[in-house]
């Protein structure tokens, strides 16, 4: 058991003095705490984010319109100004731009030449294909180059880019696609996970099928290229991959990027969309959310810059898929100059130490994972090794207990581990960290600069050192600049602005601390009520998964409207583990012991599996509707789920 706030890493004079938040602070002249720094950025928005623009020196038109206009829901930023992320993220010409790495032990260097030449070829592909402003163009990809270049030059021509990971399921894919009515698919034969191949031609062609917007479709043969041990553009298409679609032409990728063609950008307004990333879908259709060019350009620069501390000559690892944010986030590195590695496959192939021999042979100076990941590795017992140029690591995607930031302490010393938190919804972190915060365990250090959030108690009042909603009470550029198909916002204000008015409800439980520091305790939509004590369940799955002999879990209260119901536990066995009456006596002990007599679960029940969605959250609400006798039809689109089998072992 580590005791939250224990101090595990202080940073050096010399590592403060080197920090690129230093050289921010000094440049604007406010030197002093963090903590007043961030009153300034959220007490002074439009004078704070003037300043990004102007420090990172972007491209573009500022125009002379005001920075911020209005409030939430429905403000402007930077009224009259032109941008394009394209022509920011490739504003470099020498050196190694990216880096892709595959499961199967394949490499692939790109210099900052040999990519804009890419962008450039698939962007005047695409001008051949109808494509221009406005337009949408799909990838059905895993986090390979193609993906990484049809995006920028999608964002080159003003297009929109939207992407779904091979490993969805048709109808996920198409319940995301259809909504945008793509232009342009551009798809994989197939991919490759845990040392298995995956032919995807045939869903392929089911979901261009469902897609009557398409002009064309893309086909890279990636399986293809991968058994014959070429790279993708260098084998065409099969003749079962050229059949003639229900809709539009198709090329191969090599067809795509034959002929060059200038590197060009077309500068659209701050707000003009960029991509359409997506909710999981899990409970209903998902919400195709819209980013700007501009939001997202100022954001990516402020984050990865100050709060990862990232720039020219550093090499940026978050493990993901082109279906999570974070593939959005990791790309972004190329805006600061950085170098992202791309990698495919499976976090656990050949090995659980897979991710963390990747970090260590690249020479990744910053290495990001869910925090799953980091629990799973110390279970295994790794001890990463090779990681000489790494300055730190990330964590997200749920909230690490203690035991996962001393873990991580004890095995890098001297590293320290940023905890953040967000969402697709903004495609970056509320709250997080920087080099120059203290790490304590169980703690993300600080609110992100810019985002004024704070925490609510059910009457609307904001509270400091009590467990509340997250909310935002003021914009921030990269909030979506609409829901694609909600031309009255309604569906946008319902999703954020239906309890507070004129506040954002993130949707989760945060404690913030006098210091500015903060605790994240899982979704607010999960809450376990038992007696009228409230608390998030990763109070609850920090002491549950401690024990070696469990290496998932998920509670759920059914309780509703006042009336107290089963707390009901299911655990995930590490292999070789059984259900005994002794740890099931264990179980109950700590959890009365650490948390309360109240939150001993009525029941246990061993399950081979958790539900999660493809990004990997565990899925307490559908499961919670299930055992309060909603169908497993209904509950969960098994499409949007990692492992929807898993489903038919919770029953009312």
Known sequence: MVAEGTLLWEPSDEIVAAARLTRYME?????????????WSVDSPREFWASIWEYFDVIGERGEGPVLDGTMPGATWFAGSSINYAENALRRETGTAVVFVSEEGGRQELTWAELRDEVARVRAGLVRLGVGRGDRVAGYLPNIPQALIAFLATASLGAIWSAGSPDFGVPSIV??????????LIAVDGYHYNGKSYDRSAAVNEIAAELPSLRATVWIPYLTAAAEGRAPQQAEPTPSNSRELPHGEVIGWEGLRAEEGPLEFERVPFDHPLWILYSSG?????KPIVHGHGGVVLEHLKSLAFHQDLGEGDVFFWY?????????????????????????????????????RIAASEGVTYFGVGAPYIMASQKAGIHPEGLDRLRGVGSTGAPLPPEGFAWLAEELPGVPLGSFSGGTDVCTGFVGATMLHPIRAGIIPCRALGAR?????????????????????????????MFWNDPSGA?????????????WRHGDWIKINEDGSCVIYGRSDSTLNRGGVRMGTSEFYRVVERFEEIADSL???????????????????????????????????????????RHVPNEIHAVPGIPRTLSGKKLEVPVRKILLGTPVEEAANPDAMANPEVLRHFSP
């Open 491 to 503: 569906r946008y204000f319902d999703s954020y602005f239906d309890v507070y008015p004129g506040v």
């Open 282 to 286: 899990t409970t209903g259709l998902p």
């Open 27 to 39: 440049w604007a002249g406010r030197s002093g705490a963090y903590e007043d720094l961030w009153r």
């Open 555 to 597: 509670v759920i209260d059914t309780g509703q409207l006042g009336q107290e119901g089963r707390l009901l536990l299911y655990v995930t066995l590490v292999e070789g583990a059984t259900m005994s009456e002794r740890l099931e006596r264990d179980l109950c002990a700590a959890l009365r012991r650490e948390l309360s007599p």
């Open 320 to 356: 993901t898929t082109t279906g999570w944010m974070m593939w959005n986030y990791l790309v972004g590195a190329l805006l600061v100059g950085a170098t992202p590695v791309l990698y495919d496959g499976s976090a656990t192939f050949p090995s659980a130490a897979a991710l963390w």
């Open 175 to 184: 319940d995301r696609f259809r909504q945008i009515e793509p232009k342009v």
């Open 453 to 481: 959030v704070e925490s609510f108690d059910p009457s609307g009042k904001p509270v400091v050192g009590e467990v509340g909603e997250l909310v935002l009470t003021q914009p921030m550029p990269s909030m979506p600049v």
